[in-house]
């Protein structure tokens, strides 16, 4: 079965400090991989996604993330965190042949001090 | 542009009642999504309708049950409420069907069994 697996549910990081979000998904072939950041009382909002091509993409607020093929991750990371970055972030697979539903991990919560 | 527009934003129920949600996509889209954000079991797909046909849904009993109307809106029902049903309702829009088109996601409506 298809699943998603982010090891950290809970990190804290100082204001500034190098951030970097693990996620590991288990599928049969490449599927299509998605972060999402949730803000208390929000929606989901993407922040970037691979469907193929290079392996290092970039998103929105600063945020990368890069695919790792041979260890089935696609983990998340930003130079110098802000403190408006503390939200819940989403890792997400998709099947790549259409079929059109998000397969979520169960969510790093991030935490930023100052 | 305005964004994916859910209603109501709370709704309390009493066990065995029914609720009905409802979700806007964004114009132009015809893909609405529904997923349940449920206290310890993350997020997870519900319901997937395209240019007004069920699509795909997920491990959800039938008292789980909705519809995309012309206009792409969409409602969800949730029949027989049960408190497990206690959860974040998303909904979520895409331009086309398939994977590669990114899901863009409602705040979402808090529903509460008591």
């Known amino acids: 079965a298809q699943s998603v697996t982010q090891p950290d549910i809970h990190i804290t990081v100082s204001e500034g400090a190098s951030l970097e979000l693990r996620c590991n998904y288990s599928y049969g072939a490449t599927p299509y991989l998605f972060w999402y950041v949730q803000s208390p009382g929000q929606g989901l909002q993407l922040l970037l996604k691979?469907?193929?091509?290079?392996?290092l993409v970039q998103g929105i607020k600063g945020f990368e993330a890069e695919f790792k093929r041979s260890q089935s991750s696609f983990n998340l990371r930003k130079p110098s965190v802000h403190w408006s970055d503390a939200a819940e972030y989403f890792c997400?697979?998709?099947?790549?042949?259409?079929?059109?539903?998000?397969?979520f991990g169960a969510g790093t919560r991030l935490a930023v001090h100052p | 542009e305005a964004g994916v527009t859910q209603s109501p934003t709370h709704l309390i129920k009493t066990r065995g009642q029914q609720a009905t949600l409802r979700c806007s996509p964004i114009?132009?889209?015809?893909?609405v999504y529904w997923y349940q954000q449920a206290l310890g079991l993350g997020l997870q797909f519900l319901l997937w309708?395209?240019?007004?046909?069920?699509?795909n849904r997920g491990n959800f009993p039938p008292r789980f049950s909705g519809r995309q109307f012309p206009n792409y809106s969409s409602e969800l029902n949730v029949n027989a409420l049960e408190l497990e049903d206690s959860a974040l309702y998303l909904c979520?829009?895409?331009?086309?069907?398939?994977?590669?088109?990114?899901?863009?996601f409602g705040p979402g409506t808090r529903l509460t069994v008591l």
């Open positions: 309708y395209d240019e007004g046909e069920e699509r």
């Open positions: 979520a829009s895409s331009l086309g069907a398939g994977a590669y088109y990114e899901q863009f």
């Open positions: 997400a697979v998709a099947p790549s042949g259409g079929y059109n539903k998000l397969i």
């Open positions: 691979y469907f193929s091509g290079d392996t």
């Open positions: 114009s132009g889209h015809t893909s």
